[in-house]
């Protein structure tokens, strides 16, 4: 079944690139605390959504159709190829929590019109308390069009949501990798080109795109406030969460 590594850097003088990579590896939760009043809420939120578990062990394999040329998983997850596929480790997940995932497929051109399925999700977990393992199995399907009537249809608003948010996370990377080479205006100017980019989008006014433009931008701000240890601290911790696909408080962050 596994075990999860709990990886939370209290003040400022741990490595945070460690923190994340044992986090990743260990499908755990990554939290920064400055200070020891601030580690005792992260904890505490901790302990929270160990509790709350109810499903651990989760994973998904991804299943191509035999012309699918590639596909990409677009979400920052242990992922690696397997025989039927791509195999994605997801961890576990706590009471009333929602997970995003997000694929990408190159899907060839067909001549039939009408559903094609694409591929098949096998997404395997063990349920809690009674430690059962359950199997459910979703096809991915296309609805392939003429030209001109797909020309006109419009993408789902939630899709574009979450890639533009998996892009701000690939920004925040950006500006660690700046910050640590010593450039603390390009760093800031990363964040604030992305948060430009979430304020000019057409679904702004959503409320986890509101959430990531003020984080963006006090951490801009805080740049010029704060040394470079203290901001790769947050920034690490605010990504590590989000690029998983997760907005629940209980996956970590700075506290």
């Known amino acids: 079944?596994?075990?999860?590594?709990?990886s939370s850097g209290i003040g400022l003088g741990y490595d945070e690139l460690v923190l994340a990579a044992l986090t990743e590896g260990g499908a755990g939760n990554h939290s920064f605390a400055e200070q020891p009043e601030a580690a005792a809420t992260a904890l505490a939120g901790e302990v929270e959504g160990l509790l709350s578990k109810n499903v651990q062990a989760a994973s998904l394999l991804i299943k191509p159709g035999p012309d699918i040329a590639t596909i990409s998983v677009l979400n920052d997850l242990p992922s690696q190829s397997v025989a039927d596929g791509i195999s994605v480790e997801l961890g576990d997940f706590y009471a009333d929590e929602a997970r995003r995932l997000v694929l990408a497929f190159e899907v060839p051109g067909r001549s039939?019109?009408?559903?094609?399925?694409?591929?098949?999700?096998?997404?395997t977990y063990v349920e809690l308390p009674g430690v059962v393992q359950h199997t459910v199995t979703l096809p991915v399907e296309v609805n392939v069009l003429p030209g001109d009537e797909a020309a006109g249809r419009v993408r789902s608003v939630e899709v574009q949501k979450e890639l533009l948010l998996l892009q701000v996370q690939r920004e925040k990377k950006r500006s660690e990798d700046l910050l640590r080479d010593g450039d603390v205006a390009g760093a800031r100017h990363a964040l604030s080109a992305a948060a430009m980019t979430l304020a000019a989008a057409p679904m702004r006014d959503d409320s986890d795109l509101v959430d990531e433009i003020n984080w963006l931008t006090q951490s801009s701000a805080l740049m010029a406030e704060r040394d470079a240890t203290?901001?790769?601290?947050?920034?690490?911790?605010?990504?590590?969460?989000?690029?998983?696909?997760?907005?629940?408080d209980r996956r970590g962050g700075e506290r």
């Open 1 to 6: 079944m596994g075990t999860r590594a709990l």
């Open 112 to 123: 039939a019109l009408g559903l094609a399925e694409v591929a098949e999700l096998v997404f």
């Open 230 to 248: 203290y901001n790769l601290k947050r920034s690490t911790a605010s990504r590590t969460r989000a690029s998983r696909g997760s907005r629940d």
